[in-house]
C-alpha cells in the first residue's frame, strides 16, 4: 500500500506512542483457516449488499466450543457450522459463534454466516453520482489494509492467517466486476450478471478485494498471464501511458526476487476517490484514478511510474511473502519503496537512483526530526494504521539499501532470492529475513538491525579536513553530533559503522577526465574520532562514505577549494549536492560563481535542481542572476526547483522573472503551477516600497477562472498563491469560494488546506469566518476532507482550532484521521502560546539580517570591481 499524505530514546523527539497506545499480539489461533468463499449481491443504486461469507477452518486443537471472529457492523442474520444453526452473540465488533458440537483436531469445520449491511463507511465504499458532482462515475471497491476487512465480511482479521478464497457477485449487467485471481465463471440472470473469481494461491483477509464499475478493459500480457488495466471509459490513452511498462517490470522484478510472478494474473484498476495512492491486494492491485497522466503531465512526472512499481514489487513482498503481525510490515513496505529505487536505475540509470535514495532518507529524517523518532519494529501502538509513516516505508528502503551496501550486488540479491523463495506463500517475521542473509551469505546483520531498526533514530555526521603538506598527511575529524558531549562507547544513540572515504584526484588540465579515488574504510564508533591518512600530495576533493550507502545526515567543514572540486568533479551526485549544499552555507562571490557555474554544466538534473535551492539561499545580489539563468534549464524538473528557489528572493526582479511564466504558461504543468504559487509568496513582499498584492490577485483570479485541467495542478497553485497573501481579504474570499461542494475535489482539498496557511494573517472577524468554515467541513465524512481540513487548522495561530480539532478526533471512525487531528492540537497549543515579544524581537532580527546581507552583497560587487580595475 502506498499512503499519499502522510522513540526509543527520550532526546528531544516527540513520542509515537499517544494515550492509549498499548501493545498488540496476534490473537490465538483456533485452527487454520483453509478456504473463504464471498458469495455477495449488491444492490448499487441503494448502497447496500447481502450473502454469505463461509469459513472453512481446520481446528488445531480438539475441545474448542466458541469462535471469535471480527466483524464491524454488519448485520448477521445466521451461523451455520456444516449447514447446522449455531447460537452465536454480536455485538457490533466481534461474532461469538457458540458450537453446538465441540471441534476434533485436524476436522475441518464450514461456517457460514449470513448477513447484509447498510450503507457501509469502510471496507466497502460505494461512489456514486451526487447533486454536487453530477459526473461521478458509479463503482465499488474494497480498502482492507491494515484491519478493514472485517468492516464487509465476516473474518480472523489479521495478516497471520493464509488461505484460497473465492468471490461470487451479482451485479447489474453494465457493470464489470473485479476480484484476485482468476474469473472461472460468468452467468447472466435477468438484469445482472455474476461474476465468480478464485484465488488458488493463500493469501490473507486484508489482500481480498472487489472492485464494480463500467471499466474500458486495456489487455496486455507477460509470458502468457494476463495484465490488464481497468480505467474509466475514456481514458485509455492514458491507462497505458500510466501503466504501460508493467509487463517489462514483472518481468524486471522477477529476476530481481528470483522468483517468476506467482499469480494468474496482474490486474490494475484505477477507481474514484481512492483514499491511497494504491494497494496491493493479492494480483489485483487498486490505484487512484488521480494516477493517470495525460501527454503533458508525463513529461516531467515519474511519480505513477513509481506508485506501479511499488504495488507490483508488493507481489512478491507482501502477497507471496506475508508478513505474520503488523509490527513486522517495514519488510514488505521498505521492499516495495526499494523497488521504486531499483526499477528508477534499471530505466533511467544510477544517478537518478542514487537521487531517488536521497529523497526517501530526507523524507523519513523530515518526519524524524519534525514529527517522533521510533523503532521500525514496533508492537506498540493504538491502530495498526499508525505504522504505515514514513519510518515504515523510507526509512525501511534505506534499511534494503545499507544491507546492499554490507553485502554487494551479488550476495544482496542473493539473498533476496533465498528469502522469497524459503518464504513463499508463507508468513514472516524480521528475524526470518536475517536467517534468509545468514543462510545465503554467511554474515550476521544484527548490527545492522539492532542501530537502524530496532531503535530509533541515524547518525548525523560532521567532517572537518586539513592537509599537512610538510608530512604530507590528510587530517580528518568525524563527529557523531547527535550523540551528547563527552558520550563513550555504549552511548546509546551513537552508531558503530564502517564507511569508505575516498580522497579525489584530478589530472592536471584535463576537465573531462573521470577522478581517481583513493579509498580507506575507517570505522566510526565515538563521539569524535580524528583519522591522519599519509598520501603522495593534496587530493582536491574528499568524498565522505563513498557512493552514499548509509542511511545519515551529513555537514562538511571544507574549505572553499575541496568543496568547488567536489561539486565540479565527485562522480557521485548526492556528494555534489553535499558539497554544493557546504559551499551556500559558507556564502560570499566564488561560492555563488561555483554554483551558478555547476547550474548550467553538471550533467545530472538533480543536482541542478538543488544546486537552485542552495543558490537561493545565499544572500548576495549575484546569487539571483546565477539562478534565473536555470529558467532556461531544458529539463521541467529544473526549471521548477528554480522557480520554487526564487520564492526565497523576494524582490522585483523575482516578481518580473515569475510573470511571464504565469501569464504564458510552461510546457509542465508542474512549472506553472509553482510559478503561480511562488508568485503569490513573492507579491505578499514589500518589493522595493511597491505593492504587487493587486497586480497578482487578478492574475491569480484570472488562473482560476481560465486553467482548468489535469488533475486541477495548475488551479491548485493559483489556490496556494492566493493563500501567501496572508492580509488580503479578497484573497481568502477567493479561497474560501473554492471550499464549496461541487469544486472538483484536487482543486477544493486545495483550497481547504489554503485556509489554514492565509488565516495567520487576518482580522479575527475574518479568523472567526475561516473556524466557521473549517467547523462545517470537519462534518464530512468522507476521509481526504477530514485530512485536508485538520492539516488546515493545524496550521492556525488561535487556540479556538484546538475545540473543532478535538472534536474531529473524537467523532472520526479513522484512526489516520484521529492521529492527524491530535498532533495537529500539539501544534495548534504551540503557536497559539508564542509569546507576541519573541516573534517582534524575531521580525526585527531577520530585518537586521535582510540589512546587513544587502550591505555585504554591495561590498562584494565592489571588491569584484576593483579586481577588474587591476
Not at 544546486?611 to 542572476?625: H, N, W, Y
Request: overall charge negative; hydrophobic content about 40%; glycine content about 6%.
Amino acid at each position: 500500500m502506498l499512503q499519499s499524505y502522510f522513540d526509543s530514546e527520550n532526546n528531544g523527539h516527540k513520542s509515537f506512542e499517544l494515550p492509549g497506545a498499548r501493545p498488540h499480539y496476534n490473537p490465538d489461533r483456533p485452527g487454520q483457516v483453509e478456504h473463504i468463499f464471498l458469495d455477495l449481491v449488491l444492490d448499487i443504486p441503494n448502497q447496500r449488499y447481502q450473502g454469505t461469507c463461509s469459513i472453512r477452518i481446520n481446528p488445531v486443537r480438539r475441545g474448542i466450543d466458541r469462535l471469535m471472529l471480527d466483524a464491524v457492523n454488519l448485520q448477521i442474520e445466521s451461523v451455520q457450522v456444516d449447514e447446522v444453526e449455531q447460537p452465536f452473540d454480536y455485538d457490533g465488533e466481534q461474532l461469538q459463534v457458540r458450537l453446538k458440537q465441540e471441534t476434533e483436531a485436524g476436522q475441518p469445520i464450514v461456517v457460514a454466516i449470513a448477513y447484509r449491511v447498510e450503507n457501509p463507511q469502510r471496507g466497502l465504499y460505494f461512489i456514486a453520482p451526487d447533486q454536487h458532482y453530477p459526473n461521478k462515475p458509479t463503482q465499488v471497491w474494497t480498502q482492507g489494509e491494515d484491519e478493514d476487512s472485517r468492516f464487509w465480511f465476516p473474518c480472523f482479521d489479521y495478516p497471520g492467517q493464509l488461505a484460497t478464497s473465492e468471490i461470487r457477485v451479482r451485479v447489474p449487467k453494465q457493470f464489470m466486476a473485479i476480484s484476485n485471481g482468476e474469473l472461472i465463471n460468468t452467468e447472466a440472470v435477468g438484469d445482472d450478471k455474476i461474476y465468480h473469481w478464485s484465488q488458488q494461491q493463500v493469501h490473507p483477509t486484508y489482500l481480498m478485494t472487489l472492485a464494480v464499475g463500467d471499466f474500458a478493459e486495456i489487455r496486455d500480457e507477460w509470458q502468457g498471464k494476463p495484465v490488464t488495466y481497468y480505467v474509466e471509459k475514456g481514458r485509455e490513452d492514458d491507462a497505458r501511458r500510466s501503466m504501460g511498462k508493467t509487463p517489462e517490470m514483472i518481468e524486471f522484478f522477477s529476476q530481481a526476487f528470483g522468483y517468476p510472478y506467482a499469480f494468474p494474473k496482474y490486474a490494475q484498476v484505477c477507481v474514484d476517490d481512492f483514499i491511497f495512492g494504491g494497494m496491493e491486494n493479492t494480483s489485483t492491485t487498486l490505484l487512484t484514478d488521480r494516477c493517470l497522466i495525460d501527454e503533458r503531465a508525463a513529461l516531467d512526472n515519474r511519480g505513477t511510474e513509481s506508485l506501479v512499481a511499488h504495488e507490483l514489487a508488493h507481489q512478491w513482498f507482501g502477497d507471496l511473502v506475508v508478513i505474520k503481525h503488523w509490527s513486522h510490515a517495514w519488510i514488505k513496505e521498505g521492499m516495495a519503496s526499494y523497488s521504486e529505487v531499483l526499477w528508477t536505475d534499471h530505466e533511467y540509470g544510477a544517478d537518478a537512483a542514487a537521487y531517488y535514495m536521497l529523497n526517501e532518507a530526507r523524507s523519513y529524517i523530515s518526519e524524524d526530526s519534525s514529527r517522533y523518532r521510533r523503532p521500525i519494529v514496533t508492537h506498540i501502538y493504538r491502530e495498526a494504521i499508525e505504522l504505515y509513516d514514513r519510518h515504515l516505508y523510507e526509512k525501511g528502503a534505506c534499511v534494503y539499501h545499507m544491507i546492499r551496501a554490507e553485502l554487494g550486488d551479488e550476495l544482496f540479491f542473493k539473498a533476496v532470492h533465498t528469502f522469497v523463495q524459503d518464504n513463499a506463500h508463507k508468513t514472516v517475521e524480521t528475524v526470518d529475513l536475517l536467517r534468509a542473509i545468514e543462510k545465503a551469505t554467511g554474515r550476521n546483520l544484527h548490527f545492522l538491525f539492532d542501530q537502524y531498526v530496532f531503535r530509533g533514530g541515524h547518525p548525523d555526521f560532521k567532517i572537518a579536513y586539513s592537509w599537512d603538506g610538510d608530512s604530507k598527511l590528510v587530517k580528518l575529524t568525524v563527529t557523531q553530533t547527535q550523540a551528547k558531549e563527552n558520550s563513550n562507547g555504549s552511548n546509546s544513540t551513537l552508531f558503530d559503522l564502517k564507511l569508505p572515504i575516498g580522497f579525489g584526484y584530478i589530472k592536471d588540465g584535463d576537465k573531462q577526465a573521470k577522478p581517481s579515488l583513493q579509498t580507506f574504510t575507517v570505522r566510526l564508533h565515538e563521539r569524535e574520532q580524528t583519522f591522519y591518512f599519509p598520501l603522495p600530495e593534496k587530493p582536491q576533493f574528499i568524498s565522505f562514505d563513498v557512493d552514499n550507502r548509509y542511511l545519515k545526515t551529513v555537514t562538511l567543514e571544507y574549505p572553499v577549494a575541496e568543496l568547488k572540486a567536489q561539486l565540479q568533479h565527485d562522480p557521485d551526485p548526492v556528494s555534489r549536492i553535499y558539497a554544493a549544499e557546504a559551499l551556500a552555507k559558507k556564502g560570499g562571490l566564488e561560492a555563488v560563481k561555483a554554483l551558478s557555474e555547476a547550474l548550467k554544466t553538471d550533467s545530472f538534473w538533480g543536482v541542478r535542481a538543488e544546486i537552485a535551492g542552495q543558490l537561493a539561499s545565499v544572500k548576495l545580489d549575484q546569487a539571483f542572476t546565477g539562478l534565473v539563468a536555470g529558467l532556461q534549464d531544458p529539463e521541467a524538473r529544473v526549471r521548477r526547483a528554480v522557480v520554487e528557489a526564487l520564492a526565497k528572493i523576494k524582490t522585483l526582479e523575482s516578481y518580473k522573472a515569475l510573470k511571464p511564466i504565469v501569464e504564458q504558461g510552461d510546457a509542465s504543468y508542474y512549472v506553472e503551477a509553482a510559478a503561480i504559487r511562488v508568485l503569490g509568496t513573492v507579491a505578499a513582499s514589500n518589493l522595493n516600497g511597491k505593492s504587487k498584492e493587486e497586480k497578482a490577485l487578478k492574475l491569480l483570479r484570472s488562473v482560476l477562472e481560465e486553467r482548468a485541467g489535469w488533475n486541477e495542478t495548475v488551479r491548485s497553485g493559483a489556490i496556494a498563491g492566493l493563500s501567501k497573501l496572508k492580509t488580503s481579504e479578497a484573497a481568502l474570499n477567493l479561497i474560501l469560494e473554492y471550499t464549496a461542494a461541487g469544486v472538483p475535489q484536487a482543486l477544493r482539498l486545495a483550497a481547504i488546506r489554503a485556509l489554514g496557511a492565509i488565516s495567520t494573517g487576518q482580522s479575527n472577524l475574518n479568523l472567526e469566518r475561516i473556524l466557521d468554515r473549517l467547523e462545517e467541513l470537519s462534518g464530512e465524512t468522507f476521509f481526504l476532507i477530514q485530512v485536508a481540513t485538520a492539516s488546515a487548522l493545524g496550521q492556525m495561530e488561535t487556540i479556538k482550532a484546538v475545540g473543532i480539532l478535538q472534536a474531529l478526533a473524537d467523532q472520526t471512525p479513522d484512526g489516520r484521521v484521529r492521529r492527524i487531528a491530535e498532533e495537529a492540537v500539539q501544534r495548534v497549543q504551540k503557536n497559539a502560546g508564542q509569546d507576541q515579544a519573541v516573534k517582534k524581537l524575531q521580525q526585527d532580527l531577520d530585518q537586521l539580517k535582510k540589512d546587513n546581507q544587502e550591505l555585504k552583497s554591495r561590498l562584494e560587487s565592489l571588491e569584484a570591481k576593483t579586481k577588474v580595475g587591476d
